[in-house]
């Protein structure tokens, strides 16, 4: 068919189909604009009615239970606070398979490993009254790592508002026992506690009740003193329930972070506890003296030893001192505690459940006298960088040391002392991310059982990294 071809359209004429083809393109162009013209007249007559009803509350809005109600729920969740902070590090091992208070025993076939120390998720609830003081308090807080997750704070708090003095408290939280115990492990700068307190209290909360002594008004002039007291089952997270009727008092007595000089603060106190277990043999091990002048393990033998409690009495004391300076803050802490402990022949730790022997009867109660405690001296430069040394040491059986530590007057590696060298440091890189690096050096007593003539080869060295929130 030719491009011209001519067609006859009525009342028109003759047209060619060029002109046609025109007249379309002519057509959809003027479509087009006169429906980005009634967009454009949608578009401002939307914004003139946002502009008119801009001046006028929506229904929920002029609802006035509906703002009652938002008012309440401000108020109520206005405390609810959460928290958390994940620690990944990675440790290198002296020897494979070794007995480690950095974290756990190392895995018998390894001396390296990548593991989640700590993965806590907190929530905290608090209410104050009209003049800002507390009135009640509630925290929960979980732990989970790649073994699974794990509850370490259940506890409720109740102040009282007339002079605002006491408090008290009930759940799963710290024993207020010491220092290092109550220093929470996103702020503590070695990466665990001291070889004492894990062997003594190991997860240092307990299920209990205390009341305190805690002024909350600074103005007050004995606002810096605080005292604890309470009543708790003994044997801590590390068992699934209470085991016996026996419970542990634990008091303490502190003084609260004072100015005591330019530039120079003060804080410490003293700690007791008084507790035990039930005994379910009729043995008890003691320490006796032999005519040579040599300590020894006695068994004593009764059958109205079962059933009797197994004493555990500790004293401590702690201090630690701050001074701040033209290159940072430096920082000495100390710590002492000495006792008596109960345990079992293989180990001093405090039992978590009954102790029973490879037959599955009732074991034997050691009762030992043990001294333990740590030193830090930290210092900080310009709030991002800190170094310090560590060193701590625990005896727990004071009474005999060294080649006198043998099997055959009933010892064993329970008995042995160790001091630790730690050293670390810490960069800061900002409120919410740190990195430490940490060399840790046990050495232990040289005595006479087979293995512990010479110092075990269980150094650790940790680099961990912290993400906090």
């Not at 809005?61 to 729920?73: A, C």
């Not at 009732?362 to 030193?375: A, L």
């Not at 040289?446 to 993400?467: A, E, I, N």
Request: proline share 4%.
């Amino acid at each position: 068919m030719r491009e011209n071809t001519l067609i006859l359209k009525s009342g028109t004429g003759l047209k060619s189909t060029s002109d046609i083809s025109d007249q379309k393109t002519n057509f959809a162009k003027s479509e087009k604009n006169s429906l980005m013209k009634k967009h454009l007249l949608s578009a401002l007559l939307i914004i003139s009615c946002l502009k008119i009803f801009s001046q006028v509350e929506p229904l929920w809005i002029q609802d006035t239970s509906f703002i009652k109600e938002l008012y309440i729920m401000k108020n109520k969740f206005q405390s609810l606070s959460f928290t958390g902070y994940l620690q990944v590090q990675y440790q290198n091992a002296g020897s494979e398979g070794i007995t480690c208070f950095n974290g756990g025993d190392f895995p018998e076939n390894s001396d390296s490993r990548f593991m989640i120390r700590r993965g806590r998720f907190r929530l905290d609830f608090e209410r104050k009254s009209p003049e800002g003081f507390s009135k009640y308090f509630f925290a929960l807080q979980y732990d989970g790592t790649e073994k699974g997750v794990n509850i370490r704070d259940m506890f409720g708090r109740i102040y009282e508002n007339k002079w605002n003095y006491f408090v008290v408290t009930a759940g799963v939280f710290n024993r207020p026992f010491g220092y290092e115990l109550n220093y929470s492990s996103s702020l503590r700068e070695s990466p665990e506690r001291g070889r004492m307190s894990q062997i003594l209290m190991k997860i240092e909360r307990d299920l209990g009740a205390m009341i305190s002594f805690e002024p909350q008004d600074k103005g007050k002039k004995v606002y810096p003193l605080k005292i604890d007291a309470g009543i708790f089952n003994g044997q801590g997270l590390t068992g699934p329930c209470e085991f016996d009727s026996y419970k542990d008092f634990i008091a303490r007595a502190s003084i609260r972070r004072t100015n005591i000089a330019r530039n120079l603060y003060l804080s410490g106190g003293f700690s007791y506890l008084n507790g035990g277990f039930r005994n379910g043999s009729d043995i008890f091990y003691r320490i006796s003296g032999n005519s040579d002048g040599h300590y020894t393990f006695k068994p004593d033998r009764s059958p109205f030893n079962a059933g009797k409690k197994s004493p555990r009495i500790y004293h401590g004391a702690d201090l630690q001192l701050s001074m701040d300076n033209s290159i940072g803050k430096t920082e000495l802490r100390a710590e002492l505690i000495a006792g008596t402990q109960s345990a079992t022949y293989k180990t001093s730790t405090t039992p978590c459940m009954p102790p029973v022997n490879n037959l599955l009867q009732p074991d034997s109660i050691f009762i030992r006298n043990f001294t333990g405690g740590y030193f830090y001296l930290l210092q900080t430069f310009a709030q991002k960088h800190q170094v310090f040394l560590k060193y701590d040491w625990y005896d727990p059986n004071s009474k005999v040391k060294g080649i006198d530590i043998s099997t055959t007057a009933n010892f064993g590696p329970a008995d042995v002392r160790y001091d630790t060298f730690g050293a670390g440091y810490i960069y800061y890189m900002n409120d919410n991310l740190k990195l430490l690096l940490y060399y840790d050096h046990p050495v232990n007593e040289k005595t006479s059982l087979t293995g512990y003539g010479k110092d075990l080869k269980d150094d650790t060295f940790t680099v961990r990294l912290q993400f906090r929130f």
